[in-house]
T-cell receptor, first 111, second 112 residues
């Protein structure tokens, strides 16, 4: 399977702290994306980073990509209770936008 | 508002029945996808379609069928051949190129 893996599987922090999630994958990719899923809902696209990019920012989100290590990280700064959700990385290794999703990190942000 | 609509939200299937999950989008997206999510796990690709009247099998297509007769619609049929259909089913769409997916809110299918 080409499925990526997120680490840690679960993360519990206090409001105001930073949350870091990691994603590893197995083959060369065209791009990598991060999604958020609130319990029982669909996924929401957060950010996309292409294989020739090393870092991208969007609001409180920072994503890095290390293609030599086949890994990416998602940093959420100054976490809020509303950030409580599962976060998934997804890789496109075909170049045809057929995404392979990882197993997810469950983030709990306590007030 | 543009979006992607899945219906029904909850669906119960008896053993041996075929059921069809609806997915409709008004985003003018070319590509559509069906994923299956089991509790505590990631998403696995069932089928995808990049243009009308064409679709491809994903990683777990056995026991499922789809059609893409209109750009807006990509229904998924869960057949009686699918031995373990209880799961959360997610439909998504995207425009051609390197862009993110837009997801529907999902259908939770339970076998009774």
């Amino acid at each position: 399977s080409q499925q990526g893996e997120e680490d840690p599987q679960a993360l519990s922090i206090q409001e105001g702290e930073n949350a870091t999630m990691n994603c590893s994958y197995k083959t060369s990719i065209n791009n990598l994306q991060w999604y958020r899923q609130n319990s029982g809902r669909g996924l929401v696209h957060l950010i996309l980073i292409r294989s020739n990019e090393r870092e991208k920012h969007s609001g409180r989100l920072r994503v890095t990509l290390d293609t030599s290590k086949k890994s990416s990280s998602l940093l959420i700064t100054a976490s809020r209770a509303a950030d409580t959700a599962s976060y998934f990385c997804a890789t496109d290794f075909t170049g045809f936008q057929k995404l392979v999703f990882g197993t997810g990190t469950r983030l709990l942000v306590s007030p | 508002d543009g979006g992607i609509t899945q219906s029904p939200k909850y669906l119960f299937r008896k053993e041996g029945q075929n059921v069809t999950l609806s997915c409709e989008q008004n985003l003018n997206h070319d590509a559509m996808y069906w994923y299956r999510q089991d509790p505590g796990q990631g998403l696995r690709l069932i089928y995808y379609s990049q243009i009308v009247n064409d679709f491809q099998k994903g990683d777990i297509a056995e026991g499922y069928s789809v059609s893409r007769e209109k750009k807006e619609s990509f229904p998924l049929t869960v057949t009686s051949a699918q031995k373990n259909p209880t799961a959360f089913y997610l439909c998504a769409s995207s425009i051609t190129g390197v862009y993110g997916y837009t997801f529907g809110s999902g259908t939770r299918l339970t076998v009774v």
